[in-house]
């Protein structure tokens, strides 16, 4: 195998990784926007005749549980991240 065809192979393997880390990164945000902009504000009407330990659930998604998603989004991303950095040889690169 050539240099410049090693060299393909990896800026291709660096470009399909990059698009799954930004189409990831994307997702999640998207999620977290829609949990904190969305239930703590847009749908707090709605949300609000349901209750979580006593407070109001949009009340509660506006104080609280935009703070829970974002930290067990930030676990997901780790996970999938390090999938995706083995199946593309990127954590023997550090």
């Known amino acids: ?4 065809s090693r060299a393909e ?9 990059w698009k799954k ?3 990831l990164m994307g997702a999640l945000l ?15 009407d709605w949300l609000d005749q349901f209750s ?14 935009s703070i ?4 067990v989004l930030i676990f997901v991303y780790a996970v999938v991240m ?3 950095e083995r199946r593309h040889g990127a954590d023997d690169q550090v």
């Open 30 to 44: 998207a999620v977290w926007f829609l949990v904190s902009f969305g239930a703590g504000i847009l749908f707090r």
């Open 52 to 65: 979580i330990g006593g407070a109001p659930l949009g009340f509660w998604f506006a104080q609280q549980g």
């Open 9 to 17: 192979i990896r800026r291709a393997e660096h470009k399909a990784y």
């Open 21 to 23: 880390n930004l189409t």
């Open 82 to 84: 390090d999938r995706v």
């Open 1 to 4: 195998m050539t240099d410049t």
């Open 68 to 71: 829970y998603v974002f930290v």
